[in-house]
């Protein structure tokens, strides 16, 4: 087996990011992380963000890291499967979603903001209403009394 040209570590690959860091075995420039979805690029970035703990491991001078936000669905909890490639050369491929649960909060959140709103209308309808009536009440002519 062919040694990888590529030392690197995948700390999250979520529907949210893709976050890690990655070295060419050889060459201390950055590389370039991109993923592809059925085909299509779904997200890019030049892994060179500075990271302490790989300059305390001795790896190099420490900008190797990338954090991804992939371009794909987040509100289904399905899988979406991601291929990982360093430059050009195919790394990983994983089936990424968000949690069940962070879907569901999600369209908690959505439905919450819609309540919300929804009753904050309402009850300015009613403030109005109710001060067009008042003002209705007190107008002059208004308790049956002409001014006779």
Do not use: C
Request: glycine share 8%; aromatic share 8%.
């Amino acid at each position: 087996m062919a040694r990888q040209k590529f030392l690197y570590n995948l700390d999250e690959t979520s529907a949210n990011s893709i976050r890690g860091w990655v070295k060419h075995r050889r060459f201390s420039r950055p590389a370039r992380v991109t993923l592809y979805h059925e085909g299509k690029l779904v997200g890019s970035a030049t892994a060179a963000q500075y990271r302490q703990d790989l300059v305390d491991a001795g790896i190099g001078h420490g900008h190797y890291g990338f954090d991804i936000t992939p371009n794909v669905n987040r509100a289904s909890i399905d899988p979406v499967k991601v291929e990982i490639f360093f430059n050009k050369s195919l790394i990983d491929t994983r089936d990424i979603a968000p949690s069940q649960d962070e879907t569901l909060k999600g369209f908690a959140r959505v439905i919450e903001q819609r309540v919300d709103a929804m009753m904050a209308l309402t009850r300015e309808r009613m403030q109005r209403e109710l001060q067009e009536k008042l003002n209705a009440l007190t107008a002059p002519g208004s308790n049956g009394d002409d001014g006779q």
